[in-house]
């Protein structure tokens, strides 16, 4: 007789479904993705555009502060006039990246890094909100209040508000509170780089390389990442 042919194993025949392969389509195209761009957030690590847009706003906020500070201890001068005369522009520019950034943080909702379970974790959610709260709300009753004004406004050179009549009560929140508000978010702003510092050298974790660390692609776990 003809010697008979190897018998395939069991396992050869039969595997395992996939889990990627179970997943729906645009689910495992979103992991895929996620897994090998450096620009898509991942549970691991927060993507390049995201960090363009964290790193942006906080310089620009940076910017804003400094004027701020200027004009309250110097005065009007020509140096805090490089600062504040620009205080308005820079503000819009603020506006728009933060709605982008919050388009770009609901796209990547589901792959992000997570927060940490617990109180602490709790802590940073609600501390997140109320960061992003008032990022929105100092100036957008800014921008109200410009409105309002019935000035024109050129940001940069680019008109974009004619001159009309003044509408009091579009300039009233701005008025009552704009500058409050932004002391607020100043003091919020330093308790979050302050936690940044107690997460990288009391606490020791990895939190903050999620921001910081180098991007690679998506596969590291969450928390992971090559120390700056």
């Not at 009233?172 to 002391?183: F, Q, S, T, V």
């Not at 979050?192 to 050298?201: G, I, S």
């Amino acid at each position: 007789m003809p010697p008979q042919g190897r018998r395939r194993p069991a396992l050869e025949i039969f595997h395992e479904p996939n889990t990627m392969t179970a997943m729906p389509s645009s689910s495992r195209r979103s992991a895929a993705l996620a897994a090998t761009s450096p620009w898509i957030d991942s549970p691991g690590r927060f993507g390049r555009i995201s960090r363009w847009l964290h790193w942006s706003m906080a310089l620009l906020f940076l910017w804003q502060f400094v004027g701020m500070v200027l004009k309250v201890t110097i005065g009007r001068t020509p140096l805090s006039g490089v600062f504040v005369g620009v205080h308005r522009d820079v503000g819009l520019v603020l506006f728009v990246l933060l709605l982008l950034r919050g388009l770009w943080g609901l796209y990547n909702l589901r792959r992000r890094p997570s927060h940490q379970p617990g109180l602490v974790g709790l802590l940073a959610v609600l501390g997140h909100l109320a960061l992003y709260g008032l990022m929105l709300v100092v100036p957008l009753i800014g921008l109200m209040r410009q409105y309002g004004s019935g000035r024109p406004f050129a940001p940069f050179g680019v008109p974009l508000m004619g001159p009309s009549d003044p509408i009091p009560w579009m300039m009233a929140p701005a008025n009552a509170a704009h500058g409050l508000l932004a002391w607020v978010l100043l003091a919020l702003i330093a308790g979050h780089v302050l936690m940044v510092v107690v997460h990288r050298f009391v606490w020791r974790d990895e939190i903050a390389q999620r921001m910081i660390g180098r991007v690679t692609d998506g596969s590291n776990p969450p928390g992971a990442g090559t120390r700056a």
